[in-house]
């Protein structure tokens, strides 16, 4: 079974600022990936960045980062010069290398941006 | 190429009534994925489709839910006898498994259950 955990209730940032969005994950599968989605009031999931558990380096997708931990099972997300849009909910998930690849999501994390 | 689709975007119905959600996925992509997501929660998988075979469902989906894909493009989600506890959001995916990691979301279709 897969677990993805988001403890922070709410995260605010300074617009410009950098914040960090906490995400650990539990899993007995040897290979999985990792999914950071933004959930914006009007509903929809947008894909942010990816993570491959064999990945050497963190990935990378513009104003996003991930912080890939293997050991201690972490993958936070880091978003840098924050953006008044930025503010939404956002989920970290996963996904098992195997036949179905559905995605195990978090509780998520609101983040406000304020000017 | 417009993204994934759903309708209706939002769906009020009365305890016992039937409803019927639409999911047109991104054209080439194969899978095609349903997910629940209630309030302050994460989506949670409900079932897939590979192209027109429906390949999963999750413990979740009760005998009331049924998801149907013919010829593999759009997909229905059908709730009968619907209950409060039905209320929420339902999410519709697509990805192409050949070339894509992520999947692509449409906007959910908002349940609410009086």
């Known amino acids: 079974a897969q677990k993805i955990t988001q403890t922070q209730p709410g995260m605010f940032v300074q617009e410009k600022e950098a914040v960090t969005l906490d995400c650990t994950y539990d899993?007995?599968?040897?290979?999985?990936?990792l999914f950071w989605y933004k959930q914006p009031s009007s509903g929809e999931m947008i894909f942010l960045i990816y993570?491959?558990?064999?990945?050497?380096q963190n990935a990378t997708e513009g104003r996003y980062s991930l912080n890939f931990q293997k050991a201690r099972k972490s993958a936070n997300l880091v978003i840098s010069a924050s953006q008044l849009g930025d503010s939404a909910m956002y989920f970290c998930?996963?996904?098992?290398?195997?036949?179905?690849?559905?995605?195990?999501f978090g509780k998520g994390i609101t983040l406000s941006v304020r000017p | 190429d417009t993204g994934v689709s759903q309708n209706p975007r939002h769906k009020i119905t009365k305890r016992g009534q039937n409803v019927t959600f639409r999911c047109d996925p991104i054209?080439?992509?194969?899978?095609l994925y349903w997910y629940r997501q209630t309030l302050g929660q994460g989506p949670e998988f409900l079932t897939y489709?590979?192209?027109?075979?429906?390949?999963?469902k999750s413990r979740l989906l009760s005998d009331r839910f049924s998801a149907e894909r013919p010829k593999g493009s759009f997909s229905t989600l059908e709730i009968q006898r619907t209950e409060q506890g039905d209320s929420a959001m339902y999410l519709c995916?697509?990805?192409?498994?050949?070339?894509?990691?992520?999947?692509?979301f449409g906007q959910g279709t908002r349940l609410t259950v009086v």
């Open positions: 489709f590979q192209n027109e075979a429906q390949l999963e």
């Open positions: 054209s080439e992509h194969n899978r």
């Open positions: 899993t007995s599968d040897p290979s999985y990936g």
């Open positions: 995916a697509s990805r192409f498994t050949r070339d894509s990691t992520e999947a692509f």
């Open positions: 993570q491959g558990s064999y990945d050497q």
């Open positions: 998930a996963m996904r098992a290398t195997g036949a179905n690849s559905k995605l195990t």
